[in-house]
């Protein structure tokens, strides 16, 4: 183990008084000296050049004043609101050392085409530096569907990487030793069959539960906010997450079940501060219907994990880490009971915003990653996916992700970011942005409590009709040019250069099918029959389904059987219209 580091910040001289910051005294005097400055500094100043717009706002509309001095936090408590790197708010952070320990995971979101092809992406980027797994599935996977079913045709390996069936995942993670790397699947309403086939085929490999590391994102409310890839109704669907919660929490220690997600909320339109409360309203959401089950909170909250988007807006993304992690620590403790610190620490993986880039000038897009990327690492993420270039396209080409990677890389060794804990701490602007993005996050969740919790008000459509209002505003902003898009509304170019893209081929689509087909024809279907029909007898008495669904996938039972299973027994769903 490594000795603490020896360097302190310089120390005053002996005899000097400690610099009252808080005085009362010292205070005053920083407001009159503030009204001399604007009458006679500022006001000289405007009168000369004007301001170029009438008001600066964030991204979320919050007002962003002339100045800011230490007389604006005269009411902080630091060791209260800021505190130390890993203790309680955890606001700092939820590591004591954060990256000069350890640099974030550095994942890539990858997944094409068949298992085999994906397997080789995962490869490839692991030689390169990636040191972590990250998974995307296709549309026919992510809405329950098998390769053959009509809804996928058109759909399959599109997206994402196509998984009918236990035989999938084995080819998926051919020669990967999965105790030996993190792996993270972005899949939600079919999450626990995904779940299953990654538990059986590390079984296959020797690995018991116990030692995979690793999320699935499973945040099945933020499908019915966002996202919209859901197969059953939200209560159902809520239960069968609740489900796998308490199955890993008995069984997988180091998995987290569920990775409470903010990035499509965001991507759907919705600002920081609605990203921000609609993420820990689901979180929360999450927590209490685990206490309604019979859990306690320190046995599964410590497993919990967040997935947030990076803007564009650099400090009010550092603030809105910050801010989570305070809301989160403070929630947990003084509402749900928590006496861990581990269920207070909100950890989270980060991607750059996929809504951000633009078609136009593509190589623009560089510049936007990068930006966003190191908001998030002076945001404190512990886990980072950085888009490629060409994904307004299509799904990136290998040079494109490896440029993507080399950002993270060149963040994490060249630009200092790793040698500091928090290092916009104690700024003025930063800690303003913190408490008003806690300020506002709260009345929304506020309001979702008086509703009476996130799912009634899921249910209701609260979220959605807010994020509808804040994209369509935003895009009006864009088409009146109050928001700039470089490229797109300002700054063009008469001859865009055509790039190259990546392109799936659809006969792909017949060897998927085709393996499926093999699949069932040399699988015992009557030991997959049994397997469905303890399945519908778990869905029907409310034993917990992980069980059933390991079976069935032991038995090479498909995607869409399990999930016909869940249509069969909770019915189908459709979102009512909303104006």
Not at 191 to 210: M, S
Not at 476 to 484: A, M, N, T, Y
Request: aromatic content about 8%; charged content about 30%; overall charge negative.
């Amino acid at each position: 183990m490594s000795k603490p580091s020896t360097q302190i910040a310089p120390t005053r001289e002996e005899g000097t008084p400690e610099h009252p910051t808080y005085d009362a005294g010292t205070i005053r005097r920083i407001r009159e000296a503030q009204e001399k400055w604007e009458k006679e500094v500022l006001a000289a100043s405007l009168e000369r050049m004007p301001l170029r717009r009438e008001k600066f706002v964030t991204d979320s509309g919050i007002p962003i004043p002339d100045v800011l001095t230490p007389a604006d936090r005269a009411h902080e408590d630091f060791l209260r609101d800021i505190g130390f790197p890993g203790q309680y708010p955890f606001t700092r952070g939820p590591q004591a050392t954060m990256y000069r320990a350890r640099t974030w995971t550095m994942r890539q979101f990858a997944g094409f085409g068949t298992p085999r092809d994906t397997n080789q992406r995962f490869k490839y980027l692991l030689s390169q530096g990636m040191t972590g797994l990250s998974v995307a599935f296709d549309m026919p996977a992510l809405m329950g569907y098998d390769a053959d079913h009509p809804m996928s045709r058109g759909e399959v390996g599109k997206e994402g990487v196509a998984v009918s069936s236990l035989a999938d995942f084995e080819i998926l993670f051919d020669g990967i030793p999965l105790d030996k790397v993190t792996t993270s699947m972005t899949i939600n309403a079919s999450a626990i069959y995904a779940l299953a086939c990654y538990v059986v085929t590390a079984e296959k490999q020797g690995i018991p539960p116990e030692k995979l590391g690793g999320t699935i994102q499973a945040d099945i409310l933020k499908e019915y906010i966002a996202q919209k890839e859901w197969i059953v109704p939200p209560r159902p669907a809520v239960r069968i997450l609740i489900d796998m919660i308490e199955w890993c929490t008995r069984h997988m220690p180091k998995w987290h079940p569920v990775s409470i997600s903010g990035y499509h909320i965001r991507e759907a339109g919705a600002t920081a501060v609605q990203e921000l409360a609609f993420t820990l309203a689901d979180g929360f959401g999450y927590v209490e219907e685990c206490l309604k089950r019979g859990m306690k909170v320190d046995e599964f909250a410590p497993r919990f994990s967040f997935f947030w988007d990076v803007h564009n807006d650099f400090f009010e993304e550092v603030a809105k880490f910050r801010a989570a992690r305070r809301m989160w620590a403070r929630t947990m403790k003084e509402k749900y009971g928590a006496k861990d610190p581990r269920s207070m620490m909100l950890r989270t993986h980060a991607q750059t915003a996929g809504v951000s880039l633009t078609a136009q000038q593509p190589y623009n897009n560089i510049v936007r990653v990068a930006l966003q990327a190191f908001a998030a690492v002076c945001g404190g993420t512990q886990s980072l996916h950085t888009n490629s270039l060409d994904e307004t396209y299509a799904l990136p080409t290998e040079e494109a992700v490896t440029i993507a990677l080399r950002t993270q890389q060149i963040i994490a060794h060249e630009s200092g970011a790793d040698r500091v804990v928090d290092p916009l701490a104690g700024s003025y602007y930063v800690e303003y942005l913190t408490d008003e993005m806690e300020k506002r996050a709260r009345e929304y969740l506020d309001r979702i409590e008086e509703m009476g919790g996130i799912i009634k008000a899921v249910e209701e459509g609260y979220p959605q009709k807010e994020i509808a209002e804040s994209a369509f505003r935003h895009q009006k902003e864009v088409e009146s040019k109050d928001r700039i898009i470089v490229g797109v509304n300002a700054y063009r170019m008469d001859e865009e250069t055509p790039i190259e893209v990546l392109k799936i081929d659809d006969a792909l689509a017949e060897e998927q099918i085709a393996r499926l087909r093999e699949v069932r024809e040399k699988r015992d279907n009557a030991r997959v029959q049994k397997a469905l029909e303890a399945i519908e007898r778990a869905c029907e008495d409310g034993s917990n389904l992980m069980p059933p669904v390991l079976e069935a996938v032991r038995a090479y039972a498909t995607i869409g059987e399990v999930c016909d299973v869940f249509r069969k027994v909770f019915g189908t769903y459709r979102e009512e219209g909303r104006f």
